[in-house]
Structure formats: structure tokens, C-alpha cells
């Protein structure tokens, strides 16, 4: 009886320790570290990076397309694929060129077991949307391919897309467009064949949820815009009223698209 007395003491002992260290860890966080280079912060920030990563992010605050955001040198207001064709999006924006700590940043999430970094890189999303008017009345992340999305266990464009709803209370829709074909990389193939590729790619489920709507589209990097084109022009053909959309990163390419 005095021995099971002692083991029920020693547990209800144990149960408190573990209690206060479990409280201790939560109000006293330490070991903060930047998500980009791991080193020590010496105190909480909003994108939980340090100063030297921060002032290294390569912002796209250049000279860019007016329609769709792309880094373009000389004094035009388009870039040559903006110029040539009609887009059914309003305008794209970016807040980085890919590249750098980004691209660092990008990879980790998609390959590398990163996933809690979307809560952060989402923010430079809220941010960026911050500064234009785009008046919205819901976020779209682009889809993955479904096994493509079962294999990595999420799709990174609706990880970027939660930042909305919690800080901005904008709803995000991320199961109504779908994405039915898995589209080899597109950087690599003509403006013809990226055409064919995204043919009949994507498909919206229910129409009269989008009906009438002003959306944003939200992906990881913008390449060469046959995905948000391709997208778009969905979105469009269902009722959508305005598409506006945000990646993370816009590609820099140094030769003309087209
Ligand atoms: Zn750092
Ligand atoms: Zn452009």
C-alpha cells in the first residue's frame, strides 16, 4: 500500500514536470532558427529569418510587365508575350525573381520535408496583395495532379494559400478546380507544345460556385504563364468576373519567351 502510494506520487511528480516544461518551452521559446540558413535568431520575427537572409531575398522591384509582373529590361510597358497576345487574368505579381534564397526556400518546401515554411512564405503573399486594389472574393491555388499532390503529401499552392483565411479572413477554394492531366515541366518546350501540354488540363467541378466571382490564383512560381493562362482561360470560361494572380517567384529568362 505505502509502495503504490510512493509509485502514484512519482507519476503525479512526472505528470508536472512534464507539464512545466511543456509550458516553459511554449513561453520561452528558444533555439529560434532562420528558416532559411538555420542560424540563430535572437528573437522572434514575422518571417522567422535573419537579418542577413532578409536583405538577400531577391525582390522583383525592378522594372517589370505591367500585365504580368515578369523583371523586363528597357523602358516598355509589356513584356514581348504580354504584347502579342490577350491574357484572361487582370495581372499577375510576384514579390521575388526566382533565384537566391527563394529558389532555397521554394525547394525546401516542395522536396524537402518543408512544409511548415508555408506559413511564412504565405505572409510575403498577404504582403504583396497588400499593396495592390485588387478587390477579391476568394483565393485558388493552383492544383496539382492528384497522384502527383498524394505522392508529396500536399500541394504547395494551397499550403501558400492559408495565410489568407487566417490573417486576411478571405475564403480559399482549393477543391473545385482541379487539375486531370500531370504536365511534364514547361520551360523546356515551345509555345506550341505548352499549349498542347496544358490542353484540357484543367477542369472546374462546380461552376456556380465561381460564378460571378473575382478570384486569385496563387502558385509557387510563375515560369513561363502557360499555367496561369491555361488556368485562367478555365476560370474564365465558367463565369469567373476577374483573375488576379500571385506567385511567390517570378523566373527571370534571359532570352525572349517567344
Ligand atoms: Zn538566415
Ligand atoms: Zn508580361
Not at 512519482?10 to 513561453?27: D, E, N, P, R
Not at 460571378?212 to 478555365?234: H, M, Q, R, Y
Amino acid at each position: 500500500m505505502v509502495l503504490s502510494m510512493k509509485n502514484v506520487l512519482s507519476k503525479i511528480k512526472k505528470l508536472f514536470v512534464s507539464l512545466f516544461t511543456t509550458i516553459k518551452s511554449a513561453l520561452f521559446v528558444k533555439d529560434i532558427k532562420c528558416i532559411a540558413c538555420s542560424s540563430e535568431l535572437d528573437k522572434p520575427n514575422k518571417y522567422c529569418m535573419c537579418e542577413d537572409c532578409f536583405a538577400k531575398l531577391p525582390y522583383n522591384n525592378g522594372h517589370i510587365c505591367y500585365k504580368c509582373g515578369t523583371n523586363i529590361v528597357g523602358s516598355g510597358s509589356y513584356c514581348l508575350n504580354c504584347k502579342d497576345s490577350q491574357k484572361d487574368y487582370e495581372f499577375a505579381r510576384a514579390p521575388f525573381i526566382y533565384g537566391g534564397v527563394i529558389q532555397t526556400l521554394i525547394y525546401k518546401l516542395k522536396y524537402s520535408r518543408g512544409k511548415y515554411l508555408a506559413n511564412y512564405l504565405s505572409l510575403f503573399l498577404v504582403d504583396e496583395f497588400i499593396k495592390t486594389d485588387w478587390q477579391i472574393d476568394a483565393v485558388v491555388p493552383v492544383p496539382l495532379y492528384i497522384k502527383r499532390e498524394k505522392k508529396r503529401g500536399f500541394n504547395q499552392a494551397t499550403l501558400l494559400s492559408s495565410q489568407f483565411e487566417s490573417v486576411l479572413n478571405i475564403p480559399v477554394i482549393s477543391n473545385n478546380l482541379v487539375r486531370l492531366k500531370n504536365t511534364p515541366t514547361q520551360t523546356k518546350l515551345t509555345k506550341i507544345e505548352r499549349k498542347n501540354n496544358l490542353d484540357k488540363a484543367f477542369k472546374v467541378l462546380d461552376k456556380k460556385e465561381f460564378k460571378g466571382k473575382n478570384v486569385l490564383l496563387i502558385d509557387d512560381v510563375f515560369t513561363t504563364g502557360a499555367t496561369t493562362d491555361e488556368c485562367s482561360k478555365v476560370l474564365k470560361s465558367v463565369g469567373v468576373k476577374n483573375i488576379y494572380v500571385l506567385t511567390l517567384a517570378h523566373v527571370k529568362l534571359d532570352i525572349p519567351m517567344y
